[in-house]
């Protein structure tokens, strides 16, 4: 049944149109107003969720046409009763909130509101769908009802099997859909889908993260592509910490924020607004963006993540070796090069040569070019073991050290070809030797 507190009207379906809440006995529409707590589609969700509709697809400002309940969109997140975040303002009119949720699909327990199990709904309750029923045509009009970009993984049991019934019809789309409700369907009485085939959907984002204007993506000022457009992230407020950019710095793959800085570029220009409380409990920014237009800012958020550089790479150089089953294998007794270098990102820096060997290596070298070579002497059997290099700078007042370099395995030894000479001239002696001793033996024999 539908709920008693919330309700969309106005709009050509009840998961579409202007929302109103009903507080201490009376139906009003939910001011839409810009301050630091954003309406965002992960806040617009919680209701299209209240509303047993599918997810939020987007969000707009329609004009009032009666007094309004003011309400704090974050506090939605945090509790079951929407009558909660109602927010007594002295202000009794302005924009209205609107919304468009999904009529029949949604995703759930995923980690965005663009991935999680598959479920439709019809005859007004939700059913799993079974992965071996879906297509890639009937997951193009999946992810394009949900707003988000084209299918990406499809696979079964990815965000659990779920307590709702097998839905028992087959879906039959040609692509072209703009709603499931609108694809052919094929009936399947009494279908089940075996254990781990619930269907569990990851769409592409629609949109992007980016952090732009530093030789290193994992640094920069925070860039979000919302509604097709790349636009930097505003911080009118001041509110981006260390917690918020960590939550960018993790969905980059970048580690965790070091720095979090709002600038100031003096001239207005259109930004992005993200709702800060969204971004640290959520691990989709998208999600967060404001729902309506962009507004005219001159702040912007700058963002330092903690794994800055790229991962050095290591090889063998200017020395008697050769390829030996996973590594290398190196003449006893000779001189040979370790070099480690780096994609070209900063100036400077240093390079740390280490190995696991029986006498352990640890030596730094200055980076020239971007690299640095280490001469290793007189190799003997101790030196036979993994080598790695780890790069080191110094950049926005801190240091940085990337990952190692995948190892490198010396093996110290007689190549094969010396052993094959010898093998050979050995061989070569003893041929030789009976030759010179059976002429010997003949000519004594004669005399």
């Known amino acids: ?209 980016r952090l732009v204007g530093q030789p290193s993506r994992c640094a920069g000022a925070l860039e979000i592509q919302h509604q097709g457009q790349w636009r930097p992230v505003g911080d009118h407020y001041k509110l981006w910490d260390l917690k918020s950019g960590s939550a960018v710095c993790q969905y980059l793959d970048c580690g965790s924020a070091v720095s979090v800085n709002t600038t100031d570029d003096s001239t207005d220009r259109p930004v992005w607004l993200v709702s800060v409380p969204c971004v640290k409990l959520t691990s989709g920014p998208r999600d967060c963006v404001e729902l309506y237009d962009p507004s005219n800012l001159s702040s912007a958020v700058d963002v330092v993540c903690s794994d800055l550089l790229p991962q050095p790479n290591i090889s063998l150089s200017d020395g008697v070796f050769e390829v030996y089953q996973q590594g290398f294998r190196v003449l006893v007794g000779s001189d040979f090069t370790v070099t480690c270098s780096v994609r070209p990102q900063y100036p400077g820096g240093s390079f740390r040569l280490i190995s696991d060997t029986e006498k352990p290596l640890n030596l730094t070298l200055p980076a020239v070019n971007h690299s640095a070579h280490f001469l290793l002497s007189s190799m003997g059997y101790a030196h036979r073991g993994n080598y790695t290099c780890v790069y080191h700078v110094d950049v926005y007042n801190r240091s940085f050290s990337s990952s190692q370099s995948p190892a490198l395995y010396l093996t110290v030894g007689d190549l094969v070809t010396n052993l094959i000479i010898r093998v050979v001239l050995v061989h070569f002696l003893l041929i030789m030797g009976t030759i010179s001793l059976f002429f010997y033996c003949r000519v004594s024999s004669q005399l």
Do not use: F
């Open 1 to 209: 049944s539908d709920p008693d507190d919330v309700r969309l009207v106005g709009g050509a379906s009840r998961c579409n149109g202007d929302v109103q809440i009903k507080h201490h006995g009376e139906w009003r529409g939910v001011r839409y107003y810009y301050s630091s707590d954003l309406w965002t589609l992960k806040t617009a969700d919680v209701i299209c969720r209240r509303l047993d509709c599918g997810s939020a697809v987007s969000g707009r400002r329609s004009v009032s046409s009666g007094p309004q309940w003011s309400i704090s969109p974050i506090c939605l997140l945090s509790t079951s009763a929407l009558t909660d975040c109602v927010r007594i303002e002295p202000y009794s009119r302005d924009s209205a909130l609107s919304l468009t949720c999904s009529d029949s699909v949604r995703l759930v327990h995923g980690s965005s509101l663009c991935s999680g199990r598959l479920e439709v709904r019809s005859n007004q309750s939700w059913s799993s769908v079974c992965e071996e029923d879906l297509d890639l045509n009937d997951t193009q009009v999946v992810c394009r009802e949900l707003g988000c970009g084209g299918p990406g993984l499809l696979q079964g049991g990815l965000y659990g099997e779920g307590e709702a019934p097998v839905w028992t019809s087959e879906l039959q789309c040609e692509g072209n859909e703009s709603a499931v409700l609108d694809c052919r369907r094929s009936s399947s009485a009494g279908k089940t889908c075996s254990s781990g085939t619930a269907a569990g959907l990851t769409c592409t984002d629609p949109g992007g993260v």
